[in-house]
């Protein structure tokens, strides 16, 4: 980054899931995940559970540490819903999951380092899942509760809030194609099911805020979405519109254009097909006029988690059934990797720095310039201390970012994933993201920097990217 950007780039960031461990200490309620990787261990990669985890819920004052090295001045982690109210409903709290956060809060604060907090970052309560999750719409008032008492717990120290991380990465993957748990499938309708239920639920969330808390706390709420950048193979811009329009526009354009509603096109392409198979009425439910004014405008910012771009073009051949876009049978575009960039051991990630910088400009010219703060942009590998592929991933994503700033891009805050490696959902614990290992098999778990953790504190120090390490 140059001398003279504004960028705020010392932001990492890690979910509670994924690094808290501890799924039944103190009086914590079960989530989804717990209960699915303990039933079906072999539907994760290599069998493992987050039970323990990188144990950050016993080891707080290790991540703490490390964080202080890096030197970053925020730090993004989410509350698990069921550590502070083990069944989902908030007139039963676990006092100790509060306390937990409360210290966790306070001494990020003592040393200098901001709390992003997001409300939920996938540990849904079972017993909520078995009231049938974000396809009952019960969720809008129990998320709506929830949301309340974190802003009266928390909300004198945190000012920015992420209420519901990655909305159609999660309804896709829990009640679409249905391979993370409850295993839904019931593509292109408990998908859409569950992405209006979060569109209302986060607007409630943000008009509630506004009203009963806003002047007391002045804090800043925004709705992670994962975008990636689509690339038309037949180099045609009205591919790219309309393919991004079910990419971002099924989660951004309801809260961030002036009709508080889906793109136009989507819109009637899904009721046509679903007239067309015989429906009543459009699988993508209607968001009627009273919730579009409420999700209309609701978000302070774009928060945005950016990992890669793929290929598209008109879908001729076979539904693809695992493809990361919303239904391919409503797309009508099939996506694919570009063949000579580097691949990470996500299956569906590789390097395409370009990606995010066209994203930004993409984002600039549909939604007037609207402040981005990029949450999540990361690499993963099989581990390794050595880890020179994920530099060079930084460093040229944050190039793009400056690039897109020297264009005009409104972008005010950059947070790679992750702070350490930790688990990684049904991939186990076999993809890393970290900037620290941990050493699983030592009572301590000790967290080691890895050669990008010298990198960005580089980063973080010099407020400029580095050309050579
Ligand atoms: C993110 N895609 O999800 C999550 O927010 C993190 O919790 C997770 O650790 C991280 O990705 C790495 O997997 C994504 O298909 C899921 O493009 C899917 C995609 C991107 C991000």
Known sequence: MEEDDDVDDGTVNDCTLQTEGAWNADGKGPSIWDDYTHNYPDQVKDGSNADDSVESYRLFDSDLKILKDLGVDHYRFSIAWPRIFPNGSVHLRNQKGIDYYNDVIDKLLANGIEPVVTMFHWELPVEIQKFGGFTNSLIIEQ??????????????????????????????????????????????VGDYLCLTNILKSHGATYRMYREKFYEKQRGRIGLPSNINFLYSKANNTDEVARAMDFEFGVVGHPVLSKSGDFPPHVLKEIEQKSLAEGRKRSRLPSLGKYWSSVIKGSSDFLALNYYTAWQIEPLTGQVDEDSMMIDERDTNFATSMFENCPRAESVWLHFVPQGLEDLLKYIRDTYDNVEVKILENGWSDTGGNDDYMRIEYHRNHLQAVVNAINDGCNVTSYAPWSLMDSFEFTS??????????????????????????????????????PYKF
């Open 143 to 188: 998320f709506l509760d929830y949301a309340e008492e974190l802003f009266k717990l928390f909300g004198d120290r945190v000012k920015t809030w992420l209420t519901i991380n990655e909305p159609k990465e999660l309804c896709k993957a829990l009640y679409g194609s249905g391979v993370s748990p409850p295993s839904i499938n019931a593509p292109g």
């Open 428 to 465: 186990g614990y076999t993809q890393k993201f970290g900037f620290y290992a941990v050493n699983m098999t030592s009572p301590n778990k000790e967290r080691t920097p890895k050669k990008s953790a010298e990198f960005y504190k580089k980063v973080i120090k010099s407020k400029s990217v």
